[in-house]
């Protein structure tokens, strides 16, 4: 992973990270996917859990939820989202 990426991870990861910035973030993948894709592996558990943690801006199932998970539908030949990453969010 080059470098200012890792250290846009790094903050993404980061609990003391605010909710906006991580939406910038989560946005600014979505719309560059295809610079991200390479690195996907490391960047579907965090888009999963921004998902379904709820911090997208709102209530309901919003436009921007969907181009997240185009996104990372978007990675599965090189990025496959295991089991494990989802079961502790939703009962299998």
Do not use: C
Not at 7 to 26: E, P, Q, S, V, Y
Not at 51 to 58: M, P
């Amino acid at each position: 992973m080059p470098v200012w990426m890792a250290a846009l991870h790094k903050k993404f990861l980061d609990g003391r990270t605010h909710g906006n910035i991580r939406i910038f973030l989560a946005r600014l993948i979505s719309n560059r996917s295809k610079v991200f894709q390479p690195y996907a592996r490391f960047w579907v558990t965090p888009l999963v859990q921004l998902i379904v943690s709820g911090e997208t801006g709102g209530a309901g199932f919003q436009y921007f939820m969907v181009d997240l998970m185009v996104t990372i539908l978007s990675w599965s030949t090189t990025a496959i989202v295991e089991v494990s990453i989802l079961s502790g969010y939703f009962p299998l």
